[in-house]
């Protein structure tokens, strides 16, 4: 894959996708994947636009988009679009909106090929986290939960009492899905292991937004 930036971030090394007009996609790359120089100046301005983010979930996007995919996959990716910072939707909602149903949605959300930007992780099940692209378990969930919080999403009176265990264990996956659905959300605590590299790369006042208390949980002042 030709890709036109290689960006480091807290949660991984993302992979920037441009044309000569606008950004076509965001891939996560291994881990191990060394970051590259935006070769182009509508990469820089799309790495420079995620920093801004991640320093401040507030941060706007104005980078041109260019998601390719069906005339339905389009039109769940607007939807998408339209879902405020600190807000979730279900994937049921979305189905009703668009007279569709919650499976071409969920579809439609693991095809989309610009995440973060466009904020797929704002769509979650009715009474579970939902999937995050193309995954159901293990690290994607991870970042999902991270970009959540990261965002301010609040805890749904479904939820109950947050039940705080290992947050990279299958138990503790099992636990923290439970409660998702429509309107404000769970803050969830964040994975010690994304919480760390955040606070180093921001620094000063923005890792001063993240507190890491003993039981791990990442809360914003």
Known sequence: MDYQAKLATPIGVLGIRCDDSALTGIDWLPAAEKPQRASTELAQ??????????????????VPLKPNGTAH???????????????????????SELKSAAQAVGQACGA????????????????SLGGFIHQASGNALDIKRWLLAHEGATPSPLMGALKVGNPLSAKADAELTQG??????????LPQP?????ATRLGGKAAKSLVI?????????
Not at 213 to 221: F, P, T
């Open 194 to 198: 994304l919480i760390k590299p955040l």
């Open 73 to 95: 996959q389009q039109k769940v990716w607007q939807a998408m679009c339209n879902i405020p910072r600190g807000k979730t939707r279900s994937y049921g909602e979305i189905a």
């Open 112 to 127: 989309n090929p610009i995440p973060i930007i466009i904020p797929c992780h704002r769509i979650v099940g009715k009474s």
């Open 45 to 62: 301005k799309a790495c420079d636009q995620l920093l801004a983010y991640f320093a401040n979930p507030d941060a706007k996007f104005s």
């Open 180 to 189: 998702w659905g429509e309107g404000e959300n769970v803050q969830p605590p």
């Open 213 to 221: 208390s003993r039981k791990g949980r990442g809360e914003r002042r």
